[in-house]
């Protein structure tokens, strides 16, 4: 149950965020969304349906590369998204804010996000898929990092649809967003570190009193 509030809690956080700040501002940042915005430039298709599109396309690579704990809790990710995506999209809110406050809070809450999803063992059903999957390959895969060349590699295809603004918002997004994700996954991972240590030397104590 701590999970599943995990995952939905973590995607509110995400969708408020693209579908009030991200979408919006034009900003490509290489995620779904991101995706979406250069499909529906090039194809004018509804960005919520092709965002979807995408989703489900991942959902199948994440079945098939991470196993059946990673799918099942990764629908109810996806579907969260999906659902509080459309949500908070049809309202048609507007917030006037500074293109640097934009950055940075939009920053903020996907690492946030990104954090709780991937702490309890789903992905975002976006390209954190394919980080997961080369993190699961090899350990010493950094998942954040991985995430940020994904993004950039977006960000140079979108450069070829909305021109050199969006981008530079984009590489600002993408770079303070994984250095967060970075910290707060490090964070989480010297704890359990800790923790485990603290275990084994508890056991240790306890067959020297033996």
């Known amino acids: ?77 996806s579907l969260s998204y999906m659902v509080f995506f459309n949500f908070f ?47 699961h390959k090899n350990e010493k895969i950094d998942i954040a990092a991985t995430i940020r060349i994904i993004n950039l590699f977006v960000l140079i295809l979108g450069l070829l649809v909305y021109g050199y603004t969006s981008i530079v918002k984009g590489i600002a997004f993408t770079l303070l967003f994984s250095y967060l994700l970075k910290k707060m996954l490090d964070r989480k991972q010297n704890t359990v570190k800790l923790a485990t240590e603290s275990v084994l030397d508890e056991s240790s104590k306890v067959k020297e009193v033996k």
């Open 1 to 77: 149950m701590k999970d599943l509030v995990k995952i939905i809690a973590g995607n509110i956080s995400m969708t408020f965020a693209y579908a009030y700040l991200i979408v919006p501002n034009e900003i490509i940042n290489g995620g779904v969304t991101s995706s979406a915005l250069l499909l529906n430039a090039l194809s004018g298709y509804n960005i919520a349906m092709l965002a979807n599109f995408v989703t489900g396309l991942l959902l199948i690579i994440c079945l098939v590369f991470l196993g059946k704990e990673y799918f099942f809790k990764s629908i109810v990710s």
């Open 89 to 135: 999209y049809s309202l048609k809110i507007n917030f006037e804010i500074n293109i640097a406050l934009v950055i940075i809070i939009s920053s903020i809450l996907i690492a946030i996000g990104y954090y709780l999803c991937i702490t309890a063992n789903a992905s975002t059903v976006g390209f954190d898929v394919i980080a997961l999957i080369l993190h």
